[in-house]
Structure formats: C-alpha cells, structure tokens
C-alpha cells in the first residue's frame, strides 16, 4: 500500500518541521508566524486526509507500514503504521489542531513559541497514535508532556504553576510504571522467542499467566486512566483544563484525552484479554462513576470552563463504558464517541473562550439574556450542547446511543445507569445554556458585545458540520474503522 | 626488548599522555604562559584517545593472566567518558577565579585524571589503589583550590578526613585479599574461595560507597558541592564519579563475580536507598549545587541498580553502564556550566547559587534557558534525550534479573525527580508567585565578563548538542565503543573475562 512516499512520516514530522521553522520568523511578525503554523497544520491536515484515498477500509490490518532500525540490540524499531481506529484519531488530531491554530489570537504574547508548542505538541501526539513499537509509544507520549507544561505554565491562567506540575507528576506516575511494564513485556518476549520485540503486534503471541496479566494490565491502565482520566485518577483535570490556555484546554480534552482510550483498546484488550475480562466490570463501574460524577459536578460549576472540564469527565465516562462492555456495539459506540467528543468539546471551549473575551468573565452568573444580543452564537453553541446532551440528529446521539445498547448487551443495571448519566447530562448543559441565553438581559460588566465574527465562523462551522452530518449519516465513519474493531473484538472473543 | 613489553607500555600510554599534560602544564604556570592552554589540551586529550584507542587493538595473551593494565573496549569507551569529561570540564576552568588558582587546578584535574584512567585500567589491585590514590589526592587539594572562600577551604578538608578514612578500609580490604589468596591480580582472585574474601568485600563496598558518595556515605557531597568552586564541583560530580563507579564495577565484575549472592541484596539496597533519599533530599535544597549534589547520589543510585545485573549477559550490561556513566557526564557538566554561566565566578558564585538567580532567564536569555531546560530534562528521563536512553538501558538490564520492585523503586524515584528538575524550568518561564519579573537582573554584568572568554558557551554547546545526538541516535554509542573490535577485527570476546570458561573460549578463537 506504500506508495513510494513515507506518507505517514510525513504527517508526524511535518509540524515538528514547522515548529523549527518559526524559530526563524522574526519575533515581531506575528502575522506571518501565524500563517506558517497555519500553512504547516493545514498541510499536515490535507496530508491526513489524503490517507483516505488510499486507505483500504475492508482491511482491518495496518496500511503505510514504515520501519527504521532505532536501537538493534533490543530491537526497538521506529515502526509506524495505521488503522481503522488510529486514522480516525490522526483526523481528528489534525483538524482540531487546524483549527485552533486559527482561532489563535495575533495578540498572544511569544506568540512564536505558542504555536512552536502546538506544533510540538501535535507531532508527538500524531507519533502516538501512529507507533507500533512500544518504546517509540512511549517516547512521543512522555514527549507530550513537555509542550503542555509550557503551555498551561507560560500562557495559562489562575495559579497556572502549579496546574502544570500536578498535570506533570501525574501523568509521569502512570506513565514511569507504564515503561516499567514494557520493558517487561520485551524481556518476556526475549525469553519466550529468543529475540528482542516491542512490537504491539508481537506482542499478542506471548503467552502470560494471569497473575502477570493482572499486574501488567495495572501498570498500564493507570497510565492510561490518568490520562483519559476517569475517576479517581481525575483530580489533575479541572485545574490543568482551567489553567491551561484555550489551545492546551483543547488539545488536552479534544485528542489527549483519547491516547488514553485508544491505549485501553491497543494495549489492554489484545495483550491481556484475561485482565481485561477480569477488570471489565471495575471499568464499567469506573465510567459509570465518571458519568454521573462529572454531571453532579458540572451541575454545581459556577465557572463554565469548569463545567465543560466536568462534562468532560462525564462524556469519557462514555467512552470508558462503551470500551468495558467489551462487545461491538460497545466498541464501536466507543470509538465513534472519542471522534464527537474531540468535535464537541473542542466547540465548547473555543464558544465558552469566546463568550468570555466578550462578557469579561466565565461566571454563569454574570451575564443572561444574551442570545437577544447575540443571536448567531446562541445558535451555534446550542447546536454545541445539542450534540453534548446526545440529541437525535447530532453525533453524539449516534454514539451514545450504540454505548448504552452495548452495555444493555452486557449488564442492565449499567445500562439503566447509564441513561439516568444522559439525562443528567441534559439536565446540567440546558440549565446552564438557559441562564446565560435566556432571560432578562443583563452582563456584569456592561461590556460591548459582539457576534461571532468570521474568523471564529470559520473554525466553528467545521466542528458544526461534522457534528450534524455525522448524526444524520455516521455509515462512512464506521465503515472506516468496522474492520479494524470487528478484527480487535473477534480475536478478543476467540481468546 | 620484546614486543610484550611494547604492549605494556602501550595499554598505559594514554594515562603517561596525560600525566605529561600535566607536568607541561606545572612547567607553564611557573613561566605563566597561558595562551597555550587550549592548544595544549586538544593536542594530548586528542592522543590519549588515540592511544587508548589503539590500546584495544592488542592482543591479549593468556587469557590476560599477570596483567597490570587492561586495555580492552570497555577501557576504550571508559577512557573515552573521562577524557571527553575532563576536557570539558577543563574548559570550564577559565578565568573563573584568581590567575594563580586556574594555573593549580589545570594541573591537579590533569593528575586527578590520569589517576582516574588507571582506576579504569587497573588489573590489579596495586595499579587500582594508586589510581585511586591520585585521584582522590589531588581531588581533596582542588575542593580547597579557592583559598580565600572559608567554604571552600571547610570542603577540602572534610573531603580529605573523610577520604582518608575510605581508603585506609579500602586498603585494608586489599591487604585482606592479598592474605587470602596470595594474589593482586583481580582475574585471578576470583578462582579462589576463601572466608576472608567476604571481609574484604565488605571493606571494599564500603571504600567505594564513599568515594561514590552512596546514601548512608554521602555526607560529604552536599558540602564539598557546595563549597568548592563550580569548576571543581563539576570535576568531581563526573570524573571522580565516573571512574569510581566504573573501577567498582569491574572489582565486582572480574573479582567478584562468585560472590554475587552476598553483594547483590548490598548493592540493591545501597541503590535504593541512594536513590530514594537522594531525590527527597534535592527537592528541598535551594542551592543549585546542593540539589544537583543530591541529584548525583541519585543518579550513582540508578547506575548501581545496573549492577545487580552482572550475573547474566555481560555483553548488554557494558554498553548499558556506559552509556549511561557517559550521558550523566554530558548532563552535569551541561547543568554545571550554565550555572557558572548564570552565578558568574569568584566570590559572587556563592551569593548567586540559589534557584532565584535562574528567575526569567528563558526569557532573558533564550539560548541559554533552553539548554538548561534540555538538561534538566534529560536528568529527569524525559525522551528522546540521553537521560531517558540511559533509563531504559538500565531498566532493562535489572528486568532481566526479576528484581522487579527494585526497578519500580527506580521508576517512582524518576517521578520524585521531575519534581525538582522541572522547578528549575519553571522558575525560568513561568510567572509564579516568586517567579518571573519584568525588572532586569544585576548579574548581567558579570556574566558578560565571562562569556567573553566564549569557553563556556561552548561547553554548553556541546552538551546540548551530544545531549539530543546520543538520545535520537541511541545506537551511536554502542557503534563508538565498539568501533576498535570492528576496526581490528578482533575475535576476542572484547568484555572483561568473566569466568573460566568465556576466557578459554576466546583465547581460542585468537590462535
């Protein structure tokens, strides 16, 4: 399937390139750094989206397979290669970072560097999602570590600090022992074929007691927990999502988010099916308790970059449930709600950023009846939290919808539960929707308003789009990814 | 004369260069010529690498029984780690105190080297001792080298004490071995059992321990750190380290292999506890020099780990120790120039070694906070830097002996440690209560001062440019050390012999 060129080489590298490019524009042309980040994302997007074309849908195994030799006495290959779930993933990376390159403000102090850390950022997450080897996982998922605690510690707000250094020591806690196990895991594999292998793919053969499966499957998911993160391990999340500038909010709640998924379903679920099964139910409970938790405390939030944090944490919750019902239904429901979620929640933020550029505050209380004022972005953001609440028509319908049907598959009570978190959903998103937009008008501070203007469409109306055209017609996005989850469940069922 | 003899004189050559070095080098400072410093310093760090180079080139005969130096690739790749981090640390030391002083320290690092390249070399236990002999004599003089500062003076004689007594055990301990066995010859010490060895042990463990400065024998390192110049901190936290910790690993690889039931737990533990209370310790410490005292504990911690893995394939385990022994030596001596770049020299060094001196100056000073912030890094294990390639050698090497929890000890330390090596980067970008202000720093002048002797940037550099190198381009390494066997095709195994049978084997091959 290799056409000649290392496409997905290119897709990685691309923004590091770029990144090393601003380095050049002088630090007073900020339009111009601007445009070259701009330039170099949308290339990295198009590029992306040309995988498309040449992407074999009915297959489920993995396309553009590249290969250099890294480190030989382990044998640790920069292996990249992609699939149904992991090309969903790089879209939606590449688009998300697309767009919130352009919702970049001109004013934004070393504005260079800024974007440099988007950049960085971008590379190390595409090098994650596309990296077959262990070690070269790890290597870009610790990488992503340093563009964030720059960015929410340089360019972020509210006692930004020490935002950065829990959002680091958290993350470094899971992944330290997640290392641990990998290399384990090739020492294994050492000891059982001879040679030295961190690929995922050889990986599956090993043959592993239970008692390793458990401890091993526990060094990862905490890795991976941390990340996502799903109660308890969430505690890093409303201060680093406050903190951290809009860009980082939504990289960290858009696409970092679902590295911690997609490590559940490329690690976990083939590499220790028994652990997996075994654990199930926890994780079920685990994101049951993140749904109804997040809602109860999105509920409360006076702040709403708080509460989009805390809707946050209750739509993975989602994702978390869909992943443990461990069946197809559930799987893809889980896949599908990584891609809403990344387009919702990104929507939310970029809306909620907006609103309070213009009120001069995030407080629910400080302003309503704005919708009068502003009209075209009452609609938007409603179309937003429609999408949030899982209304029919919108994206997140489509895949809440196949995650309850998943877990009713599975067990009744979750399911039963699970709804009761829709509903809860709907319950926090319209209340809070309907007391700033609804209303006497009032803003606390008298401030000028002024409706989204065309720079903001342009990035808005991707995110709409999708989210209406995903609902009504989510058939293509499945088809891409059918046979990579059937492959993932078939063979975990078989085991 | 025999060709053996031309063997001998060529397996120590590269110390004799340096040893020459340093003699030139007393001569000049009588005269006071010092524009022939630089040159001078290429010119025999470039020959001591190509000696000892072509040192691993020679044969080895009878299995290297009554050897008194070895000459082999792992000497080759150790020699070359002192060299390159004598050379830089060399550097450092320039125009950074008083004329005179400059002058006394060039020569003692020289000596201190030479003594540090026969520690590395030694195959027996004479040559091991006098080594360490030189080595930790002219130490104990550079940590007083800067006469006029009380603390510095205070550091070198709590060094000298303290030193004397470790190596009065490690005396002891071979005196020890002597009545035993009968023997120096560290090879040949290793066939023999007898109780009196496990004494001996003990002894020795505990010589090096201090020397390395391991948890419960550490208490000198905080303050010679932070009394003594930052020339000679750095000097010490990487050469003495260095070949301490390399010439202990040969004792217990080539001597006392058999007794690794005994030392294995010693070793695991001493790691552990280095590690751990190593970490702990630098999270409190304002004083650069004190927290990166602390952070070289630890880090002697990691690499001791890699210790308990001897049993198995020595073949890995060389490359992984080097490795690791070489980007530690690339990081320190990184962290320790910036910070001389940042407090300036003389007397002012020790007023401005707190973390406040670093306030903004990614910001300032965008180059320089950016190399800071790669070696900071890079000493917490974040890829694709050199730190983290050393991490994973390591880890991967106690994997092999199921020790398990010693390597999650080692991975819950490395989180410890992200926590005061990213408070360094944050104090320098980010706005905090104490950090970041808009008012310009008063320690703009001297630092001017020094940086026109550009010495120092370059040493910064070079760090950070090998920093980035080894870790991307991992493999480099293992090709460096191994290019004399692939160059004169020896079919010797190049690792030190381990037992018997290995030794046979590749004697055979030779003939």
């Known amino acids: 399937m290799n056409y000649g060129l290392n496409i997905l080489s290119i897709i990685i590298w691309t923004p590091l390139v770029g990144a090393g490019l601003l380095f050049f524009v002088p630090p007073v042309k900020v339009r111009l750094a601007k445009l070259v980040a701009l330039l170099i994302t949308l290339a990295t997007f198009i590029s992306s989206v040309n995988l498309l074309s ?18 030989a006495q382990f044998d640790i290959n920069y292996v990249i290669g992609v699939d149904g779930i992991s090309l969903l993933l790089v879209l939606l990376t590449t688009l998300l970072t697309f767009l919130l390159v352009l919702s970049v403000k001109i004013d934004t102090s070393n504005i260079r560097a800024y974007l440099g850390s988007i950049l960085l950022l971008e590379t190390s997450i595409l090098g994650a999602f596309l990296a077959l080897d262990a070690i070269i996982f790890y290597m870009f998922w610790e990488l992503m570590l340093i563009p964030v605690y720059f960015m929410i510690g340089i360019w972020g707000t509210e006692n930004q600090g020490k935002s950065a250094f829990k959002f ?5 806690v899971g992944s330290l022992l997640m290392l641990v196990a990998i290399i384990y895991l090739g020492y294994q594999f050492q000891q059982q074929f001879g040679t030295y292998s961190f690929l995922f793919a050889d990986w599956m053969k090993l043959q592993l007691s239970f008692q390793q499966e458990v401890m091993l499957f526990l060094a990862f998911a905490l890795a991976f927990a941390i990340k996502i993160p799903i109660f308890p391990f969430h505690t890093w999340l409303p201060n680093a999502y406050t903190s951290a500038p809009t860009a980082g909010t939504i990289i960290l709640a858009g696409v970092m988010s679902k590295l911690g998924l997609y490590g559940l379903i ?13 654990f199930a139910s926890l994780f079920m409970l685990l994101g049951l308790v993140s749904i109804i938790y997040g809602a109860l405390m999105a509920w409360v939030q006076t702040d709403l970059k708080r509460l989009i ?15 443990a019902a461990l069946n197809l239904e559930g799987m893809k429901g889980c896949i599908l709600q990584m891609v809403n979620h990344g387009l ?35 609609t938007v953001l409603f179309i937003f939290v429609l999408g949030a609440i899982g209304f029919p028509l919108t994206n997140g319908f489509v895949g809440e919808f196949l995650v309850m049907f998943g877990t009713f598959k599975r067990n009744y009570l979750f399911g039963g539960l699970a709804v009761l978190g829709v509903i809860l959903g709907a319950l926090y998103m319209l209340s809070w929707y309907r007391r700033v937009m609804f209303g006497k008008f009032s803003t606390a501070n008298n401030s000028e308003l002024a409706d989204l203007n065309a720079n903001e469409l342009l990035v808005l109306l991707p995110l709409l789009m999708l989210i209406l055209i995903i609902g009504i017609h989510p058939q293509p996005l499945f088809n891409l990814s059918e046979a990579t989850v059937r492959m993932y469940v078939e063979s975990f069922i078989k085991k | 004369m025999n060709i053996e003899f031309f063997d001998s004189i060529l397996r120590v050559l590269p110390v004799l260069v340096v040893i020459t070095l340093a003699i030139i080098q007393l001569l000049l400072g009588l005269s006071k010529e010092k524009s022939l410093k630089l040159p001078l310093l290429v010119l025999f760090v470039l020959f001591a690498v190509f000696f000892s180079f072509l040192g691993a080139g020679i044969p080895v ?13 792992l000497t080759w790749s150790l020699n070359f780690i002192l060299l390159s981090a004598y050379f830089l640390s060399a550097c450092l030391n320039n125009k950074q105190a008083t004329d005179k002083s400059v002058v006394d320290s060039d020569v003692l690092m020289a000596f201190a080297t030479s003594g540090a390249m026969l520690m590395v070399a030694a195959a027996n236990l004479i040559v091991l001792f006098i080594g360490f002999e030189i080595l930790s004599i002219a130490v104990y003089a550079l940590s007083g080298v800067a006469k006029k500062e009380k603390a510095s003076a205070e550091a070198s004689l709590k060094y000298f004490i303290l030193g004397c007594f470790a190596s009065a055990f490690m005396l002891y301990g071979f005196a020890l071995i002597y009545g035993a066995t009968g023997n120096l010859d560290l090879a040949v010490i290793a066939k023999s059992d007898n109780t009196m060895l496990y004494l001996a042990l003990g002894l020795i463990i505990f010589g090096f321990a201090f020397k390395i400065g391991l948890m419960p024998f550490h208490y000198w390192k905080p303050d010679v750190y932070q009394g003594a110049p930052i020339t000679v901190v750095s000097f010490i936290a990487v050469v003495v380290q260095i070949a301490a910790l390399a010439a202990f690993f040969k004792l217990l690889a080539i001597s006392f292999i058999e007794f690794s039931a005994v030392w294995v737990p010693v070793i695991a533990g001493l790691a552990v506890l280095s590690m751990t209370v190593g970490n702990l310790l630098a999270l409190r410490q304002d004083s650069l020099k004190r927290m990166l005292a602390y952070s070289s504990i630890a880090h002697a911690g990691y690499i001791l780990m890699a210790f308990v893995a001897l049993k198995n394939s020595a073949e890995l385990l060389y490359s992984s120790i080097t490795y ?116 310009k720093r008063q320690t703009k002048d001297s630092l001017d001062n020094i940086l026109a002797t550009g010495y120092l940037k370059f040493v910064v550099t070079i760090s950070a440019v090998c920093v980035i190198f080894f870790g991307v381009y991992a493999q480099g390494w293992t090709k460096l050390s191994e290019l004399p066997n692939n160059l004169f095709s020896l079919k010797q195994s190049s690792k030190v012999k381990v037992d018997g049978a290995n030794m046979s084997h590749s004697v055979e091959l030779l003939h």
């Open chain 2, 61 to 73: 005969k009878n299995g290297g029984a009554g050897l008194l130096f070895q000459a082999d690739s």
């Open chain 2, 324 to 439: 690791y022994l070489l980007a530690y030596a690339l990081m320190t001596i990184g962290a320790f120039a910036v910070l001389m770049l940042v407090t300036g020299a003389g007397a002012e060094q020790y007023k401005k070694d707190r973390l406040m001196t670093f306030d903004g100056l990614g910001w300032e000073r965008p180059a320089l906070g950016f190399a800071m912030t790669l070696f900071m890094l890079s000493l917490a294990g974040i890829p694709p830097l050199v730190g983290f390639v050393g991490k994973f050698y390591v880890f991967s090497e106690v994997i092999k002996t199921d020790l398990i929890w010693l390597v999650v000890a080692a991975a819950i330390n490395s989180v410890i440690s992200f926590c005061y090596y990213l408070r360094v980067v944050l104090v320098m970008y980010f706005k905090t209560e104490y950090g970041v202000k808009g008012k």
């Open chain 1, 344 to 378: 919702i929640i990104a929507g939310l933020f970029l809306l909620v950023e907006i609103l309070a550029a213009q009120t001069k505050s995030r407080l629910i209380l400080d302003s309503a009846g704005l919708a009068v004022k502003l009209p075209v972005f009452a």
């Open chain 1, 266 to 278: 490329r690690f976990c679920l083939p590499i220790f099916p028994q652990a997996t099964i075994y």
């Open chain 1, 309 to 323: 944090a805390y809707s946050s944490i209750s739509h993975l919750g989602f994702c978390v449930l869909g992943y």
């Open chain 1, 54 to 71: 040449f992407f074999n849908a009915r297959e489920a195994k993995l396309q553009f397979v590249e290969e250099i030799s890294w480190l």
């Open chain 1, 168 to 172: 680091v020591i958290y993350t470094a």
